[in-house]
T-cell receptor, first 113, second 115 residues
Framework: KAGVTQTPRYLIKTRGQQVTLSCSPI?????VSWYQQTPGQGLQFLFE???????NKGNFPGRFSGRQFSNSRSEMNVSTLELGDSALYLC???FGTGGYGYTFGSGTRLTVV | GESVGLHLPTLSVQEGDNSIINCAYS??????FIWYKQESGKGPQFIID?????DKRQGQRVTVLLNKTVKHLSLQIAATQPGDSAVYFC??????????????FGKGTLLTVNP
């Protein structure tokens, strides 16, 4: 079966711009979670969506937002980009919530210049 | 607070040797632990998991040990192969707080296997 698909794979944006990243989960998975990965902070939880509802949120500023559609696909948006937002953004999908049974995508590498 | 850390950031072993990757966790309420492997350019991949009511679990060439007394987790890889070269993360879930639970990752250990 197809895995978790994240698009685009690479992205370069300028400070102050906004960006939207997309995640298509494994068929049948209803939960999508997002993580930010940086060399200094490692993998940090952004938020989790299940059945179009945000179920949990990490400690990120309001510039980071997300949503989930009825087909379980999810998008995350970062507004007013800062240099420190440069990171690998990973999404993971699963049947249920809470981190059990995660399958990760390969991520979107965002570079802010 | 909740944090998961690793004792060794890098580990270099010879092909065929056994590898041991260690992880310390601070949340005594965590009841589920997972080891992930992340290869370059890919997302983390599930290796093995263990619940807090167990102290050992074995998979194919991998064993996870859990010591709740000292809040320590380890991943043992037998007969390490070049394909095992990757960053390894331990992760924990504390689901004792209702719906506000999530997977928390450690910083990672880079394993390099020398041929």
């Amino acid at each position: 079966k197809a895995g978790v698909t994240q698009t685009p794979r690479y992205l370069i944006k300028t400070r102050g711009q906004q960006v939207t990243l997309s995640c298509s989960p494994i068929s049948g998975h209803r939960s999508v979670s997002w993580y930010q990965q940086t060399p200094g902070q490692g993998l940090q939880f952004l938020f989790e969506y299940f059945s179009e509802t945000q179920r949990n949120k990490g400690n990120f500023p309001g510039r980071f937002s997300g949503r989930q559609f009825s087909n379980s696909r999810s998008e995350m948006n970062v507004s007013t980009l800062e240099l420190g937002d440069s990171a690998l953004y990973l999404c993971a999908s699963s049947f249920g919530t809470g981190g059990y049974g995660y399958t990760f995508g390969s991520g979107t590498r965002l570079t802010v210049v | 607070g909740e944090s998961v850390g690793l004792h060794l950031p890098t580990l270099s072993v010879q092909e065929g040797d056994n590898s041991i990757i260690n992880c310390a966790y601070s949340n005594s309420a965590s009841d589920y632990f997972i080891w992930y492997k992340q290869e370059s350019g890919k997302g983390p991949q599930f290796i093995i998991d263990i619940r807090s009511n167990m102290d050992k679990r074995q998979g194919q060439r991998v064993t996870v040990l859990l010591n709740k007394t000292v809040k320590h987790l380890s991943l043992q890889i037998a007969a390490t192969q070049p394909g095992d070269s990757a960053v390894y993360f331990c992760a924990e879930i504390d689901d004792s707080g209702g719906s506000n639970y999530k997977l928390t990752f450690g910083k990672g250990t880079l394993l390099t296997v020398n041929p």
